[in-house]
DNA sequence: GAAAAATATATTGTTGACAATATTATCGGC
DNA sequence: GCCGATAATATTGTCAACAATATATTTTTC
């Protein structure tokens, strides 16, 4: 967090535009790359090579892998470098497990802070024409659907604290999310889910939406658990 | 988190005792300031005089108020300096929201992991010698068996990702933990929220344990609402 | 020819010097 | 004496050179 109170630093970068710094920047890229897969799990990274790449200071470079290191998105190891972390089975059932009580916080405080309204947007994008498209296989048209309903979930909350935790987490899960999608069932499954859950934050009944969402993630966990084989 | 997996820094430190850096122990130290409030929220903090008082080189001063920064305790402004990060009503009463699920995920995960002889400690810590201690206003006897529990709780639920969102949280709420127990009433209604919790543990009964946590968070929270004029 | 030792290379870790910026002190005009 | 401009000081931000460490290569020895 830099000028930053609380929350942690995307957030204030995308609502102050300026003082984005060369370190900032570089995380960012970075993190993109890691969250893309283009830099695969176990994947070493050299500063040099990035500190040219990028045109700044070695030490721009490092302060960038502190930052990721922080976050969970890298290790280092001592005289030998950062590497891409790997995730194993063990930390993305633990993930689930704190997924699973913080988005249904989420969805709780979302639904608590916002006039009924609020939803409608969503619930006309988790229609029918989303619905074809799941049914078809367009995942990407999936996939952004559920980044805005989570978006708007973070925006509703209104708690800069539970969006820092949600944020770091998210970079660490969201290969494996699209992973999970491709298993046959999984996005229909998860598209009808959401579709509950906003029909109750519509209605205002903030202990159901929280109930719904953390059966949707522990569905998603159980998912996780019979085709890890074929995930990991 | 470091030359460590999920986890954060703290935990593979005390587990593996060598490559303590300098970084690593400046960062423990000025932790430990802060939650003391030995600096108060708003002190300013100037590199050189910790350089100088470590005799480290200003670079690892800088390297550890980056991870301080990203952990929520300090605030960075450039050019300026950093300032221990000062906690507003709000930002108290949205830690309160996430210590609920948090650790009320924590017990309950303990109480699935371990056999039910395991809290017999913990169940003989908060007898009847400690009940008189907290009568007595005996805050520190309080204090250290409340961090026992703690403890305890996050090594049974085994979870290094829980462990490291929570020691986030810890940090920034410890101060406010100890003088919300001076309120007259409060000190005594929590040891015996946490008998409660620990017979729901003892009886392997997770989910009342981690409703009844819950519970008691959320009885702090309103504590804390009803007198936040004379604890902030 | 294989294993061990010694050397060479590449990469990270650390530092002190310098640049950029903000804060404080000084001075002159009214 | 007070306000604004300007200089002096202090503090943070950046960098490039050097040290320490690990890895790869070559040489030596049996």
Redesign the interface.
């Known amino acids: 967090?830099?000028?930053?109170?609380?929350t942690?630093?995307r957030d204030v970068k995308s609502s102050s535009k300026l003082?984005v710094?060369d370190t900032d920047r570089l995380v960012d890229e970075l993190r993109r790359r890691i969250v893309n897969n283009q830099m695969p799990p176990g994947s070493r990274i050299r500063e040099s090579e990035l500190a040219e790449e990028f045109s700044v200071s070695r030490s721009r470079v490092r302060?960038a892998f502190?930052?990721l290191?922080?976050?969970?998105l890298i290790?280092?190891?001592?005289n030998k470098g950062a590497v891409v972390?790997r995730?194993e089975a063990d930390?993305f059932l633990?993930?689930f497990?704190?997924r699973?009580?913080?988005e249904?916080?989420m969805v709780r405080?979302a639904t608590q802070n916002t006039e009924p309204e609020y939803w409608d947007d969503l619930i006309e994008l988790f229609g029918n024409d989303l619905e074809k498209a799941v049914a078809e296989n367009d995942f990407n048209a999936y996939m952004s659907a559920i980044a805005e309903f989570r978006q708007s979930c973070i925006n509703a909350a209104g708690?800069?604290?539970?969006r820092?935790?949600l944020d770091d987490i998210y970079d660490?899960v969201l290969s494996m999310t699209r992973r999970l999608m491709l298993v046959p069932g999984r996005a229909s499954e998860g598209f009808r889910q959401h579709q509950e859950i906003l029909q109750a934050m519509r209605s205002g009944d903030a202990e159901l939406a929280e109930d719904l969402k953390r059966k949707n993630i522990r569905s998603a966990r159980q998912w996780f658990l019979k085709y890890n084989d074929f995930l990991l």
């Open positions: 967090m830099n000028s930053r109170n609380v942690n630093l003082a710094s302060d502190g930052i290191e922080e976050r969970g290790e280092r190891i001592p972390m995730l930390s633990e993930l497990d704190v699973e009580v913080l249904g916080l405080l708690s800069g604290t539970l820092g935790l660490r």
